[in-house]
Structures are given as C-alpha cells and as structure tokens.
C-alpha cells in the first residue's frame, strides 16, 4: 500500500499547488496591502506549472528507467505482509528461511501457523 500512498501523496501536491496559488491570489488582499498585478498572478501559474510538468516528467523516467518486475511497486496496494505471505506460500525452502530470517516478526505473523507446521 505504500506505493499507491506515496504516489497519490505526490499527486494530490502536485495539483493541489494550483488551488493553493488561486486560494492566495483570492484571499491575500484583505490580509495585507499587496497589491499584485497580472503578470505576478500569470507568473505564479507557469511557475507552478513548470515544476509541475518537471515532476511529471522525471516521474515518467523513473518508472521507464525501473527495473519492470518493481514497477507495480509504484501503484500497488499489496501490503507487506501480503506479499511476504505470497512469497512464503509459493517459495522453496531457501525463500522461506530468508523470510523467517531477515523480516521481522510482525510482517510474517499471519503466517505463523503455517511456518511451525
């Protein structure tokens, strides 16, 4: 669920910047005497957009340039324990022993009667 956690995070700051700018331009007046003029309110706008854009851009090359077996890793809802759970019940011998042996108990509890049967 990380992933899909992480990648919504990022996105809803991405777009939520342009609402943030027109909720400033909208209210600013009354808190302080600044007075702005078109060219700031377009400006902030292409500023927003122009990081906006890059962030999508150097996205788009991360997931192209990622290994393709890891890239669900950026949208899935799989948890943790659901994929150690899944790796436990259709791994060999050796991939149990490494789950039992590198994760911490919590991540392979549900799984716990399976691993002293």
Same mark, same amino acid.
């Given at each position: @669920?990380?992933?899909?956690?992480? /990648?919504?995070?990022?996105?809803?700051?991405?777009?939520?910047?342009?609402?943030?700018?027109?909720? $400033? /331009?909208?209210?600013?007046?009354?808190?302080?005497?600044?007075? $702005?003029?078109?060219?700031?309110?377009?400006? /902030?706008?292409?500023?927003?957009?122009?990081?906006?854009?890059?962030?999508?851009?150097?996205?788009?090359? /991360?997931?192209?340039?990622?290994?393709? @077996?890891?890239?669900?890793?950026?949208?899935?809802?799989?948890?943790?324990?659901?994929?150690?759970?899944?790796?436990?019940?259709?791994?060999?011998?050796?991939?149990?022993?490494?789950?039992?042996?590198?994760?911490?108990?919590?991540?392979?509890?549900?799984?716990?009667?399976?691993?002293?049967?």
């Amino acid at each position: @669920m990380g992933g899909f956690y992480w /990648l919504y995070n990022v996105f809803f700051t991405q777009v939520s910047s342009f609402f943030v700018i027109l909720f $400033y /331009l909208e209210y600013s007046s009354g808190i302080r005497s600044f007075h $702005y003029s078109e060219d700031v309110e377009g400006n /902030l706008y292409i500023f927003a957009t122009f990081f906006s854009v890059s962030w999508f851009l150097s996205f788009a090359l /991360l997931v192209y340039c990622s290994n393709p @077996m890891f890239r669900h890793t950026f949208y899935s809802l799989t948890t943790n324990k659901q994929h150690t759970t899944r790796l436990f019940r259709k791994g060999n011998d050796e991939t149990k022993a490494q789950i039992l042996t590198k994760n911490h108990p919590d991540i392979w509890r549900p799984i716990r009667k399976e691993v002293s049967e």
